[in-house]
């Protein structure tokens, strides 16, 4: 069964409105998200993100450590991957995305204060993300110092892939200005 573009389009909205529901939902399969980066010297790596907020052009956001080894990948090569993943609906979305680290120091603290505390340790460690320690207990905390960085990931494109029991859907949307483009790939 062939889907019309408007069908088509409503896709691209249930992937919005699911990564929307996941922002508020723990539990949501796409609240956590796997994002890979790449360096100059074509070093990939992946990690695991929490999804902050979904904007009605599709940008996403996420937190992280502006010491993390993601962020001076980003500073090298500010494309991105993304993959979230609904084992329970059989549903992949893919984005290439680049990244946008939000300059706005206004707007960084209003999301920095909105932080539970207990959450704030994430971003106020005394050693930067990746350091060799030789305990856990070992990572202290600073007070009156953060790293706090939020990012902004602008996919380009989003490729939804759907296991059904007959005709996988693969669909690939495009960003085509304020616009989104989609074609069938084969699954």
């Given at each position: 069964?062939?889907?019309?573009?408007?069908?088509?389009?409503?896709?691209?909205?249930?992937?919005?409105?699911?990564?929307?529901?996941?922002?508020?939902?723990?539990?949501?399969?796409?609240?956590?998200?796997?994002?890979?980066?790449?360096?100059?010297?074509?070093?990939?790596?992946?990690?695991?993100?929490?999804?902050?907020?979904?904007?009605?052009?599709?940008?996403?956001?996420?937190?992280?450590?502006?010491?993390?080894?993601?962020?001076?990948?980003?500073?090298?090569?500010?494309?991105?991957?993304?993959?979230?993943?609904?084992?329970?609906?059989?549903?992949?979305?893919?984005?290439?995305?680049?990244?946008?680290?939000?300059?706005d120091e206004e707007t960084v603290l209003e999301l920095w204060n909105r932080i539970k505390p207990r959450s704030r340790k994430d971003y106020i460690t005394e050693l930067p993300?990746?350091?060799?320690?030789?305990?856990?207990?070992?990572?202290?905390?600073?007070?009156?110092?953060?790293?706090?960085?939020?990012?902004?990931?602008?996919?380009?494109?989003?490729?939804?892939?759907?296991?059904?029991?007959?005709?996988?859907?693969?669909?690939?949307?495009?960003?085509?200005?304020?616009?989104?483009?989609?074609?069938?790939?084969?699954?």
């Open positions: 069964m062939l889907l019309t573009y408007s069908n088509l389009m409503n896709i691209l909205d249930s992937i919005k409105n699911d990564l929307r529901k996941a922002i508020g939902k723990p539990k949501h399969r796409f609240r956590y998200f796997s994002m890979a980066t790449c360096g100059l010297h074509g070093h990939i790596r992946q990690r695991i993100l929490v999804l902050r907020d979904v904007a009605d052009d599709f940008t996403l956001t996420a937190y992280t450590d502006s010491r993390s080894k993601k962020m001076m990948h980003i500073r090298e090569n500010s494309e991105v991957s993304l993959l979230f993943f609904n084992s329970s609906k059989f549903i992949q979305v893919t984005m290439t995305a680049n990244v946008r680290v939000e300059k993300p990746g350091t060799i320690i030789q305990d856990p207990s070992e990572v202290g905390h600073q007070e009156n110092i953060h790293y706090f960085t939020v990012l902004k990931l602008v996919p380009e494109k989003i490729e939804y892939v759907k296991l059904q029991k007959i005709n996988h859907l693969r669909i690939l949307f495009s960003r085509n200005g304020d616009s989104w483009d989609s074609c069938y790939l084969v699954p």
